[in-house]
């Protein structure tokens, strides 16, 4: 069983940069599809980055803002963003899959969430 816990949200200013962390235990995360979700305020989760192991899957990001990056030795997952505009507000999490490696399908395990608050 995979754990995920995100860390790295807070209060920043508008035009600051932030990189969130994502910790994994139990499991290793080599050879898993890695995600990252927003859920901004009264709206719908939505994937901003997924780094997918399928060979027929495309990763991709929302925006040249977010840059996702992995340490599968550390077990780490990394999200950075450039350039927070108050639009950025809201939850974020990691999620992983082992079984489907698209960037489709949702992930098999989430994490709990890390609260991204940007002031103008």
């Known amino acids: 069983q995979l754990r995920l816990a995100e860390s790295g949200g807070g209060l920043v200013q508008q035009g600051e940069s932030l990189t969130l962390s994502c910790a994994a235990s139990?499991?290793?995360?080599?050879?898993?599809?890695i995600r990252w979700f927003r859920q901004a305020p009264g709206k719908e989760r939505e994937g901003i980055a997924c780094?997918?192991?399928?060979?027929?899957s495309t990763s991709y990001r929302m925006s040249s803002r977010f840059t996702m990056s992995r340490n599968d030795g550390d077990n780490m997952i990394y999200l950075q963003i450039t350039t927070l505009n108050p639009e950025d507000t809201g939850v974020y999490y990691c999620?992983?899959?082992?079984?489907?490696?698209?960037?489709?399908?949702?992930?098999?395990?989430w994490g709990q969430g890390t609260q991204v608050t940007v002031s103008s």
């Open positions: 999620g992983a899959s082992f079984r489907h490696g698209d960037c489709a399908s949702p992930p098999e395990f």
């Open positions: 139990g499991r290793s995360i080599r050879h898993s599809t």
């Open positions: 780094e997918s192991v399928s060979a027929g």
